[in-house]
């Protein structure tokens, strides 16, 4: 079998565990609310809109990083969503990432055959198909999968630069095209890419000006269609081609009610340092500054180390670049790495759900690197490397997927009980409304693959996004619709749904403890009675009550109006 083959079969294999992992770690279901934005926004694009129209009552349908105040659209660019929803219309949208996470273990094993034939090619593609960094991410719905293969394309056409002293055209607008696309995904990834690409063609292609101007040319025009669709996205939900949705979301719109330690204000969100910069109040008082990125790079750095190689990721590039043979794409391959920390470091959060989520375009980088230092060896110190790095992997994958299929509500706070009540539900058409149990307090230990630290508390928005999640972005599709209860709401739930039957859905830390009642079972308890009641401010949450006393019905204690 030739290298190529087992590359081949190293990328099935692992797009495979990628996909056993979204089916039966994550139950197939979108668990952080970046991925539940991501999903809103493909199936609209599915359909044909970029935005739906608002869901009323706003306070029974308010989800995070959804602007819902002249219509309903997720704030993040529109890249990513619209590859996903060519999975949407063809049903097939969990295998999106699985198939694009392949694709990159093929082009970093070729990435590693240009630089060191077919014994890099299977070190650098092995690494990147055993990775627990980069199969967890691909078993998700993040966008960060469809970046690294942009950045793998890059990577590939800077070292064709390299070897060749410039790049051919058609090799150059595909590079193009990957920081376009990574652009139209995450902007602050395509400044690392293009510059990586920028300073590879003036690195080692400025001796024919000619071929670099034409490479240039052509690198353009494959990252023009996807900025002018992302500044055409922007237009249509700002007003602005020049303004993002999440920066306008973050200036404008209400923080959630119920987490004390968010702090939504105009520049929050804005990348840099200072006082008004940071929209989370742990971080150093709300505000970013040195060492609070400090400390985001540590902990990327900790998911990495956890996630990546283990020891391998430490000792490996050292050894590339002390190594005279392999020094100056070290270099460069480290270059782009520390470039992806430092545009970061201008971002006040760390992001660290599913690994170093946010350095994840230079990981194809990084995987290359570090296969670099591993091929110095001979075949004896090689197959230590090897050995290390699998069972390092190994512990890597067993407490990963532990914390992913915790009982305890599931990763992030969200498991798959609305959406297994959805599937079989046989009441008719109803509108289900969520309360929460008085034990739905805390999330499961998690410490792999996120930076929140045991026994964190989660707040009701995060609960209820595991319930408005199964919504269609045309909130009057399907036979159930899952809103917010509040008794302030009821009243006009109603009158948004007249053809529709309500329940109230009483959800639990323990499943078996949950409640599922026809409305009108209960709403003669007084402490539930609508009669009087002021609905909630619209970035309401959830609504609380107690656990049931024993050997007595029901008791519902509902919190103060505002």
């Not at 044909?48 to 704030?75: C, E, K, Q, Y």
């Amino acid at each position: 079998m030739t290298h190529r083959r087992v590359v081949l079969a190293l990328a099935f294999a692992s797009m495979i565990a990628a996909r056993a992992i979204g089916r039966f770690a994550l139950d197939d279901l979108a668990h952080v609310m970046d991925e539940i934005t991501y999903l809103f926004q493909a199936k609209l694009f599915a359909s044909g809109h970029v935005s739906a129209p608002v869901s009323l009552p706003r306070a029974a349908f308010n989800m995070w990083f959804i602007d819902d105040r002249t219509s309903r659209f997720g704030i993040f660019p529109p890249g990513w969503p619209a590859v996903l929803a060519i999975g949407v219309k063809l049903g097939l949208e969990r295998w999106v990432n699985p198939l694009l996470h392949a694709a990159t273990v093929v082009i970093v094993g070729r990435a590693g055959e240009r630089l060191g034939g077919s014994r890099l090619a299977l070190i650098a593609a092995g690494l990147y198909a055993v990775s627990p960094q980069s199969v967890l991410m691909a078993g998700s719905l993040m966008s960060h999968t469809l970046v690294a293969l942009a950045g793998a394309i890059v990577l590939f056409a800077a070292i064709a630069c390299m070897q060749e002293k410039c790049v051919s055209p058609r090799l150059a607008a595909l590079a193009g095209a990957s920081v376009g696309i990574t652009a139209a995904t995450r902007p602050l990834c395509a400044v690392v890419l293009a510059g990586a690409f920028g300073a590879a063609m003036l690195l080692w292609g400025r001796a024919d000006r000619r071929k670099l101007a034409i490479a240039s040319l052509a690198a353009s025009a494959g990252a023009l269609p996807f900025v002018l669709g992302l500044f055409a996205f922007n237009h249509a939900t700002t007003g602005s081609a020049l303004r993002f949705p999440q920066m306008s979301y973050f200036d404008e719109h209400l923080a959630p009610s119920d987490v004390p330690f968010f702090n939504y204000r105009k520049g929050c969100n804005a990348l840099g340092f200072g006082p008004s910069h940071g929209c989370d109040l742990t971080a150093r008082g709300g505000t970013h500054g040195l060492s609070n990125a400090r400390e985001n790079l540590l902990v990327n750095l900790r998911a990495w180390l956890l996630l990546l190689c283990g020891p391998l990721l430490v000792v490996a590039p050292v050894l590339a670049v002390f190594r005279k043979a392999t020094r100056t794409i070290a270099l460069f391959l480290l270059g782009l790495t520390l470039a992806s920390f430092a545009v970061y470091a201008l971002y006040w959060h760390g992001g660290t759900c599913f690994g170093a989520r946010f350095h994840h375009a230079t990981l194809p980088a990084v995987i290359v690197l570090v296969a670099l230092g591993a091929s110095v060896g001979d075949r004896r110190t090689l197959a230590g490397f090897a050995a290390i790095t699998l069972a390092w992997c190994g512990v890597a994958y067993t407490r990963s997927v532990r914390e992913l299929t915790d009982a305890r509500w599931g990763y992030w706070g969200i498991d798959d009980r609305f959406a297994k009540l959805r599937s079989g539900w046989a009441h008719g058409k109803a509108v289900v409304m969520v309360a929460f149990g008085g034990d739905d307090v805390h999330n499961p230990k998690l410490e792999w693959t996120t930076e929140i630290p045991t026994g964190a508390m989660w707040m009701l928005n995060i609960r209820a996004l595991g319930a408005l999640a199964q919504n269609e972005p045309a909130i009057d599709a399907g036979e159930i619709v899952f809103a917010k209860f509040h008794p302030g709401l009821v009243a006009e739930i109603e009158a948004r749904f007249p053809d529709r039957k309500l329940w109230l859905f009483v959800s639990n830390d323990d499943r078996a403890r949950d409640v599922l009642e026809p409305w009108e079972a209960v709403r003669r308890d007084p402490k539930l009675d609508p009669a009087g009641r002021r609905p909630p401010r619209e970035n309401f949450d959830g609504f609380r009550v107690e656990p049931p006393k024993l050997e007595q019905p029901w008791m519902f204690t509902p919190p103060p109006d505002p």
